[in-house]
């Protein structure tokens, strides 16, 4: 199959003796090629006639040898079988393509966001359960044990609350989370005896599980992060694809269904139509005078200002909010008031992006630009009110900045809150559950309508109106702020994470129903690229903030004194230098005191220096050899250009006979170009020979036989 792949020639037999020479040629480069065999550009058949070529002669292949190629090859296919169990084992995977044809890469973007947020909370279930919960209930049956005998020393004779109302509705208990108070879910129910009196440390796979599922969403976030970077990044901010790649390379020719035809049409066309927009705007900021871009810069500082101040008065809104719902428990309306923190919070998230997408457009960004910047303000938004929470939370659990007699003697307000993991846990579960009724209610009750009502009657106002815009940063905030809120309940909500993937499984189906129904598509489609590379910046941003209070809270404030796993421990983290001090020789003892020493800390903090100093000079050297590599392909590309004007200016124009004089400029500039220069194919096997032609006297290598016009045929890379 090489040898006929190699020597045949559309539409003129070559001389034997030529294609011997050029198999002889192609296969000793191929047997003298340390290149590996399967990334060869070879039929199976081929590829294994090169591996035999490439084995010594008179040497057979020892059993070492076939071991360790079978290892290899055993290797490969589960790295393959675990990277397709890391997409998402396949979910979802006609649904997205759907999506992507339909509406462009960027709104798919947001459903395989979706996909990859539910394979992390998978994960962080599985991580939990095997090292928490069957240990727990399989090795250690759960024993609460006598209760703790002591008393609260409250001002002015005040006890904890108990005679909070109640009532006996199984939905107000599911959603006010008291009919899960006496399961897993929360902290207050995990107990352990003595760590002496047991194999299997339940307490310390409790404090690390919670840190091991928050470094290992780290990872898979940073991982994917880099892996989507623009690649504008890596080929400069000049770089511009070329359309005749997609005008002569898009289409896929083995689409054989009418169905299937028509989404890569609606492909093709948004692709289209991100790079027109691009180009539009670019050519619109390269005309800009002096005063235009002034008057950018203070539409920019006028924009952001007030966009500032809004995020400003929404963290205060939500502080008040929570102060003043935990302060007024015993008032007739604490059932109003459980939600409302959560309310106003979900009103600021509601109304603050729809204000950030409208005066960022004043701005006159390109598409990508803006989904981007509206993605920022945005986060800041989401972030600022959920760490304003925190604090509130904080600040009236825990007395953080506040004197109070039971937070000196206790370490927390033990007089309202006996078990302050578990109201804590309460609190982010409210806010998961009411995030995601929020947005059922908002799609099928504001979305469908408006969609209803927008078909049922014509008017001005109707299409004024008109169907909602699917708004991208919104969407992808809501879906980060809930994750947010899952990291920030590991430790207090163990279980939150099942919870928050069957939201995630619901969410996925709700918003492509509202995209394929109820929604319209941005009339400014962007790329996929950046904004995957923003969401995950966003992701890590919301991971960061949920890992700052919880490294707090377990390694500084006192657990409760009567529930949970830490009752005799002034910190969750005092179990580690207990387990220590129990379990471990005294060599390793003193080897973790030297690791957690000074004098371990400076050596490490230097060779860390010298490491990235290294990746730094590294990454430098990377990007000088990509200019030069660059202004390279240039020099070719300019230099290819060369060769087909001299050799158009000795080919025949049409019509105009057997003359081979010099062209005109008009005629040449008439001549179609072409769209891609011909450059060799990667992979492709060695140069070749110039094959034969017929003179230019006797064009049709006849004599006597009428020659039809010749038409301009550029040459390819290899016959150049």
């Known amino acids: 199959m090489l040898r006929q792949w190699s020597v045949q020639a559309p539409g003129e037999p070559e001389p034997e003796p030529t294609g011997e020479e050029l198999w002889e040629q192609e296969m000793e480069r191929l047997c003298s090629s340390q290149e590996p065999v399967r990334v060869l550009p070879y039929a199976m058949v081929d590829k294994r006639f090169i591996r035999q070529l490439r084995e010594p002669e008179g040497v057979k292949t020892s059993c070492w040898q076939q071991w360790r190629h079978r290892q290899q090859t055993a290797r490969r296919r589960l790295g393959e079988a675990a990277r397709q169990l890391a997409r998402g084992c396949g979910l979802w995977e006609g649904a997205l393509y759907e999506i992507g044809g339909l509406f462009g890469t960027g709104i798919q973007s947001y459903f395989t966001f979706l996909r990859f947020l539910l394979l992390l909370n998978l994960l962080t279930l599985l991580l939990t359960t095997s090292f928490v919960l069957l240990p727990l209930t399989w090795l250690h049956p759960p024993d609460r044990g006598p209760a703790l005998n002591f008393t609260l020393r409250c001002p002015g004779g005040h006890q904890p609350q108990t005679g909070v109302p109640k009532f006996n509705n199984l939905l107000w208990n599911v959603l006010t989370s008291r009919a899960f108070n006496n399961t897993f879910l929360f902290y207050g129910t995990y107990r352990a005896g003595p760590e002496s009196s047991s194999v299997y440390s339940i307490r310390l796979a409790y404090f690390l599980s919670p840190l091991a599922c928050l470094l290992l969403c780290f990872c898979g976030i940073l991982q994917r992060m880099v892996k989507g970077l623009p690649q504008k990044m890596f080929l400069g901010q000049d770089y511009r694809s070329p359309l005749s790649a997609k005008v002569f ?15 890569k049409k609606h492909e093709i066309s948004n692709e289209f ?34 966009i500032g101040l809004l995020v400003v008065g929404a963290i205060s809104a939500i502080f008040w909010a929570t102060k003043y719902s935990q302060d007024n428990k015993e008032e007739s309306l604490f059932l109003l008031l459980q939600y409302l923190p959560p309310g106003v919070i979900a009103l600021v998230n509601f109304l603050g992006p729809l204000l950030f997408v409208f005066l960022v457009q004043l701005e006159n960004y390109p598409p990508n630009t803006e989904v981007n910047l509206t993605l920022i303000w945005c986060v800041v938004l989401k972030l600022a009110s959920l760490g304003m929470f925190c604090f509130s939370l904080g600040q009236t659990v825990l007395c953080i900045g506040r004197n109070k007699t039971s937070c000196e003697s206790y370490g927390y307000n033990a007089c309202d809150y006996q078990c302050w993991e578990d109201s804590v846990g309460e609190e982010l579960y409210k806010l998961s559950i009411f995030n995601f009724l929020l947005m059922v209610a908002f799609t099928f009750l504001v979305s469908l309508p408006r969609r209803l009502l927008v078909e049922r009657f014509s008017g001005r106002f109707w299409a004024w109106l008109d169907r909602e815009e699917f708004l991208l940063p919104k969407n992808v905030l809501d879906i980060v702020e809930g994750q947010t809120v899952t990291w920030m309940g590991l430790f207090y909500c163990p279980l939150l994470p099942l919870l928050n993937s069957i939201f995630i499984f619901l969410t996925f189906y709700i918003k492509k129903y509202t995209l394929l129904r109820n929604s319209r598509a941005s009339p400014r489609p962007f790329r996929a690229s950046s904004t995957i590379f923003f969401f995950q910046l966003v992701l890590i941003l919301g991971l960061l903030l949920a890992a700052a209070p919880l490294g707090y809270v377990v390694s500084s404030i006192h657990s409760s004194w009567d529930c949970g796993l830490f009752t005799n421990y002034s910190a969750p983290w005092q179990v580690v230098p207990e387990l220590v001090a129990l379990r471990l020789p005294p060599p390793s003892q003193r080897i973790l005191h030297y690791l957690g020493s000074h004098a371990f800390s400076f050596p490490l903090l230097i060779l860390l220096s010298l490491v990235l100093t290294v990746c730094v000079s590294q990454s430098q050297a990377s990007a000088r050899a990509i200019r030069g590599l660059r202004k390279q392909l240039v020099w070719q590309v300019q230099e ?23 062209e005109s400029p008009h005629s040449r500039g008439s001549r179609p170009r072409s769209l891609c220069p011909g450059f060799p194919c990667p992979g492709s096997p060695g140069p070749r020979h110039p094959r034969p032609e017929p003179s230019l006297e006797d064009p049709a290598g006849l004599r006597g036989v009428p020659v039809p016009a010749r038409r301009c045929r550029f040459p390819s890379g290899s016959e150049l």
Request: net charge negative; aromatic share 6%; with cysteine.
């Open 273 to 306: 139509k991100v790079e027109l927009e691009e180009g539009r705007h670019l050519l619109m900021v390269q005309h800009q005078t002096r005063a235009q871009r002034a008057c950018h810069l203070l539409t920019y500082l006028r924009v952001n200002i007030l």
């Open 249 to 263: 390379s898009s289409w896929d020719f083995c689409i054989q269904g009418q169905e299937a035809a028509t989404i």
């Open 640 to 662: 290819k250009w060369h060769l087909v004007d001299d050799l158009s200016r000795l080919l025949p124009e049409p019509g105009s006979g057997d003359s081979l004089g010099p």
